[in-house]
């Protein structure tokens, strides 16, 4: 799997947006972008991913650019519950070889300040 | 509640005992893995299950660490004369192919190694 590179930490004003960034400079054709979070003493949560185009669901939007080698988790209003460690991984489609197995990094420590 | 469930949530014990944990998947998901993470660490990827056969096993940290699911429901992590090295988070996801679903993750059992 192709490896990322996030910020150790950034802080968000509440209600502002928070835009995660993520290198993978080295991502392939056919790897998708993944965004996990894991909240304090929680297993990880899965957020969006996506191939190339951006992708937009109830809890964020992934920007990802147009040579894919970084992307942009957005989430548009943040609140104190977003506090979080964000994983961005790069994974294989479901059936292909690795893709049974999520790699993750050290992830962006999120602080959602009042 | 349908969640991935792991049982028990927290564990201490004694260096050189063995100690099993469980974990029940949401129901129809045919893949099972367990991950494990140590403090200030992303998750690590142990083993994965298809069903009840294991297709991936050769990350376990050392033959002390097995994992079994005989009847693709269900599974269980077993660690051997544990060492306070073992000391950290360990997860559990599962997911379906059939119904084409991200890993939803347990909420982990913390095991202490005294």
């Known amino acids: 799997d192709a490896k990322t590179t996030q910020p150790t930490s950034m802080d968000c004003a509440e209600g502002r947006a928070a835009n995660l960034p993520c290198n993978h400079s080295?991502?392939?054709?056919?790897?998708?972008v993944y965004w996990y979070r894991q909240i304090h003493s929680q297993g990880p949560q899965y957020i969006i991913h996506g191939l190339k185009n951006n992708e937009t669901n109830e809890m964020a939007s992934l920007i990802i650019t147009e040579d894919r080698k970084s992307s942009t988790l957005i989430l548009p209003h943040a609140t104190l519950r977003d506090t979080a460690v964000y994983y961005c991984i790069v994974r294989g489609q479901y059936s292909g070889a690795g893709s049974y197995q999520l790699t993750f990094g050290k992830g962006t420590k999120l602080s959602v300040i009042p | 509640d349908t969640g991935v469930s792991q049982d028990p949530r927290h564990k201490i014990t004694k260096r050189g005992q063995n100690v099993t944990f469980r974990c029940d998947p949401i129901s129809e998901h045919n893949r099972l893995y367990w991950y494990r993470q140590t403090l200030g660490q992303g998750p690590e990827f142990l083993t994965y299950f298809q069903n009840e056969a294991q297709l991936e096993k050769s990350r376990l940290l050392s033959d002390r660490f097995s994992a079994e699911r005989p009847k693709g429901s269900f599974s269980t992590l077993e660690i051997q004369r544990t060492e306070q090295g073992d000391s950290a988070m360990y997860l559990c996801?599962?997911?379906?192919?059939?119904?084409?679903?991200?890993?939803?993750f347990g909420q982990g059992t913390r095991l202490t190694v005294v």
């Open positions: 080295t991502i392939s054709g056919n790897e998708y």
């Open positions: 996801a599962s997911s379906s192919i059939r119904l084409n679903t991200e890993a939803f």
